[in-house]
């Protein structure tokens, strides 16, 4: 089955510097890859997602990037803010069926003021 | 918050006692899933559904059952609950299987 790395376990940055979080993934036929941001107490919820067919994705202050041959994508988060403090999760969609769906351990993203 | 919703959202219960906790939602999705989270080992799958009375399990099912009569919910038992089982407990719907899960609000469970 699929296989997710997730590294760090935690992040600290400065308020305003970048935030980059990294997974790697071990089905090569994988073709979906969603991100996920949990609060304290609170539900995962979906930031971004990428699919194979595409390189990279943008959307305000946050991008995926995703090497197929490389087996790994990242997250990156520019100009941190304290609401960015949260627990992010990586995930991989190995297809073939409705399972599938295999989550990194999560990156406790601290941002210091 | 995708029409999900769990009961109890809290629960603390004697080791050996029969557990069951609910999933309901209102948008007739046909994927339907059950997460348990744990400090340092992220989300892992339990059970999944894909329609009704159709359930396989995931990779933590030792221990657990699940049933699904009505596409609406979505129903985890812990046959006799262990202190293992002391969790944060996760539903979770997809609308097709290659799209993004969208989580209930969660439901913390203790055993002593």
């Known amino acids: 089955g699929e296989n997710v790395e997730q590294h760090p376990s935690t992040l600290s940055v400065q308020e305003g510097d970048s935030a980059v979080i990294k997974c790697t993934y071990s089905?090569?036929?994988?073709?979906?890859f969603p991100w996920y941001k949990q609060e304290l107490g609170k539900r995962p919820q979906l930031i971004i997602d990428?699919?194979?067919?595409?390189g990279e994705k943008k959307d305000q202050r946050i991008a995926v990037t995703l090497n197929k041959t490389a087996k790994h994508f990242s997250l990156h988060i520019t100009e941190t803010q304290p609401e960015d403090s949260a627990v992010y999760f990586c995930a991989a969609y190995s297809g073939g069926g409705a399972d599938g769906l295999t989550f990194g351990k999560g990156t406790h993203l601290i941002i210091q003021p | 918050d995708a029409g999900i919703t769990q009961s109890p959202r809290h629960k603390v219960t004697e080791t050996g006692t029969p557990v069951t906790l609910r999933c309901h939602q209102t948008e007739n999705h046909r994927y339907m899933y059950w997460y348990r989270q744990d400090p340092g080992h992220g989300l892992r799958l339990i059970h999944y559904?894909?329609?009704?009375?159709?359930?396989d399990k995931g990779e933590v099912s030792d221990g657990y059952s699940v049933s699904r009569s009505k596409t609406e919910d979505f129903l985890l038992t812990l046959e006799s609950a262990t202190s293992s089982q002391t969790s944060v407990y996760f539903c979770?719907?997809?609308?097709?299987?290659?799209?993004?899960?969208?989580f209930g609000q969660g439901t913390r469970l203790t055993v002593v």
């Open positions: 990428i699919r194979s067919n595409v």
């Open positions: 089905d090569s036929a994988s073709n979906y």
């Open positions: 559904s894909y329609g009704v009375k159709d359930t």
């Open positions: 979770a719907i997809r609308v097709q299987a290659n799209t993004e899960a969208f």
